[in-house]
């Protein structure tokens, strides 16, 4: 059963991670315009898809160390909440502002906290068998 727990703990910030780039890559499609050049597509493509490109390397390095997905990924939320909140600024505040928010900052904490239990729930499983010699070392 601990094996299940540990399996789920670590695969499923990993696969929610690329789901969720998916769903980012997937805004960039409306650069798809008529009348537009291939280079104007492309270089569109490239300039909406920035930030999952940052976050594809971020899971590359959060696959292995697990505190800097959780880390990166309260950061992109946040930023992303400064961004909308920038855009009340300037435009005035719309109900469908805190829908932005919940669709693109909450997977990101949610993904940051699954991280963060994986790195805890590692930690805690490294430390268990240093206990464990320490006692047999005393008797």
Do not use: C
């Not at 805190?98 to 693109?104: A, D, K, P, Q």
């Amino acid at each position: 059963m601990e094996q299940k727990v540990n399996r789920f703990v670590y695969w499923t910030p990993r696969i929610l991670t690329i789901l969720f780039l998916l769903f980012l890559a997937m805004f960039s499609l409306d650069v798809f315009e008529p009348g537009l050049t291939a280079w104007q597509i492309a270089v569109g493509l490239f300039m909406h898809n920035i930030p999952v490109f940052v976050l594809i390397a971020v899971l590359v390095i959060a696959w292995r160390r697990e505190w800097v997905g959780g880390v990166a990924f309260i950061f992109a939320g946040l930023l992303y909440i400064a961004s909308v909140i920038m855009k009340v600024f300037n435009n005035g505040f719309e109900w469908y502002y805190l829908s932005w928010i919940l669709t693109i900052a909450g997977p990101a904490f949610l993904i940051a906290i699954l991280f963060w239990v994986n790195w805890f729930k590692k930690a805690r499983t490294k430390k268990k068998p240093k206990e464990k010699r320490k006692k047999s070392q005393k008797k």
